[in-house]
């Protein structure tokens, strides 16, 4: 790694993501496990919107309902029999993918089962097959919404890696061969030039990569 490769990697991001235009320069949502899953389910095949519209407006109303901080995946379980309830203190009826079942009554069903694998709290999040399951039984969520909900938590999962050391390659490509510990350190050096957290960074380009799949599957 050297300083020029830093710099080109840089110059990438600004092109492609600019902190000024790109809308996901934040850490996601640490140390929040129900706004993180709250997150997964609504951004699905959904615009995401400003600070006070799309996903982050219905995390602010639950916020607004429920108080701070949202780390209990208990207080979400607790709809799982009555989603309309849900429904109304978040004021959206968006439905999840396969038209199955509103995205609330989703998330209350995820976060019962998700409580009843051991994973009550951001502290108790790890990708590990029963917590993994748990969530992608659910009708309309599946393992892209297991990568959204873990990286909005901070964990980031092997397919999300591969997404980051994609774009380091696309950035920087045929110069240097890029494996996953060279993406991780020019990935740490860009954010220390940016003046950025790599949580932040890395938050941002994962959903610029999650968005350019989306256009590329749709072609």
């Not at 902190?19 to 320069?25: C, M, R």
């Not at 615009?47 to 949202?70: C, Q």
Request: aromatic share 6%; net charge negative.
């Amino acid at each position: 790694m050297s300083t020029a490769h830093v710099r080109h990697l840089i110059d990438y991001i600004e092109a492609e993501l600019p902190q000024g235009v790109w809308p996901h320069w934040t850490e996601g949502w640490p140390r929040e496990i129900e706004a993180g899953l709250l997150d997964a389910a609504f951004s699905a095949r959904a615009t995401y919107g400003t600070p006070t519209s799309g996903v982050r407006a219905v995390i602010a109303r639950w916020r607004a309902h429920r108080g701070e901080p949202l780390d209990d995946l208990a207080a979400l379980a607790e709809y799982a029999d009555e989603p309309a309830a849900l429904i109304a203190v978040l004021d959206n009826r968006q439905r999840v993918p396969g038209n199955y079942t509103t995205k609330a009554e989703a998330v209350a069903l995820a976060a019962r089962s998700l409580v009843a694998a051991g994973c009550r709290q951001s502290s108790e999040l790890r990708d590990e097959e029963v917590r993994r399951n748990a969530l992608v039984q659910i009708a309309g969520f599946g393992n892209a919404t297991w990568e959204c909900f873990t990286m909005q938590l901070g964990v980031c999962i092997p397919e999300s890696r591969e997404l980051l050391k994609d774009f380091v390659i696309d950035a920087l490509a045929p110069e240097v061969e890029v494996t996953s510990t060279t993406a991780d350190e020019l990935l740490a050096a860009a954010a220390t030039r940016l003046d950025v957290s790599p949580a932040t960074l890395t938050h941002a380009i994962w959903r610029y990569q999650r968005a350019q799949r989306r256009l590329a599957g749709a072609r």
